[in-house]
């Protein structure tokens, strides 16, 4: 069992939420309300667990003093010496779930998800690959009742994607999803393998959380913007209309491009929607590389070039490099993610948990 550091400050800052909950005007600006309310509830979460906790150590100190009271019958001795696992294991639940409280969560979590998913080493099985994460990714998101939106699709002509960038928006969608950045690498024999050989490919997947306008502001004059006709399917209007968006961001270089709608207002709007959301995950990066001693440990990066994780398909496994999880891979790959989603959450709040101790100790 983790030692719990001090409550006070956490109840201090309770009551500081109460203050500005009552006042006259609270409720004026809208998102800020939203954001003090949710810590609110996060904060009276914590204290009730806490107080649950307390309770759960008064409780098992007087049953181990009633157990060695030679004074007491016998029976009761046995009953309350009987009750102390349960008390204990009850004791251990407690604490953790108040540790996971204390830890201030991602500002970002309730965002929405930009994903982003590419072919990478492979040809055209690396694109089907490519496809067949997407299709995860959407099923997992129907699983949870969130909304799935292309934003701009490459296709590949044996199957799946060059390239695919889709927004998830849902309840807490980029909590969920922000652990999926990295290669993933399949290992299978391909559709068009023809000596029956097992080959590995990979695609890379990208997580950003949805940025909005306060996080990122961007200067129209840094912009280039460029419209083209959009190739592909679509019939006749695609091939004849200037529909297709290419944005350049110039002091970073970052480049968007959207044709997925045949209005170029439309693929603007989206190619900025992906744009705030490239630059407000690198400004995260930059501020996440200053604090690389207090992430270490923590699960991974974040970064695309970081291999997270390998889809064998003979051996019916999925394997989790960062954490050393397998799991069968059918349910997996079909949209079941929640089991290898929690299992990442729960390393990392243990590694955000040694975190929170260590700097109590200091």
Known sequence: MHKIPDIAPFRAKLNELDAKMSEPDF?????????????????SALIEKFEAFHDAEKQIAENKALAADASVEEELREMAEEELESLEAEREKLSNDVLRLMIPPDPTDSRNS?????????????????????????RYAESKG???EIMSTSPAETGGFREIIFNISGEDAYKHLKFESGVHRVQRVPVTETQGRIHTSTATVAVLPEA?????????????ISTMRASGAGGQHVNTTDSAVMMVHKPTGVTVYCADERSQIKNRAKALVVMRSRLLKAKQDEEAAKYAAERKGQIGTGDRSERIRTYNYPQGRLSDHRIGLNLSLPPVIDGDLDGLIEALHNVDYEARIENLLKKQEA
């Not at 909005?212 to 280039?224: A, F, G, H, S």
């Open 27 to 43: 409720y004026s600006d809208q998102k800020r309300a939203a954001e003090v309310s949710r810590e609110h509830t996060r904060l």
């Open 114 to 138: 930009v994903m982003e998913i590419r072919g990478g080493a492979g040809g055209d099985e690396a694109n089907i690959f490519a496809g067949d994460l997407y299709r995860m990714y959407t």
């Open 212 to 224: 909005e306008e306060v996080d990122i502001e961007i200067n129209p004059n840094d912009l280039e």
């Open 146 to 148: 969130w909304r799935v």
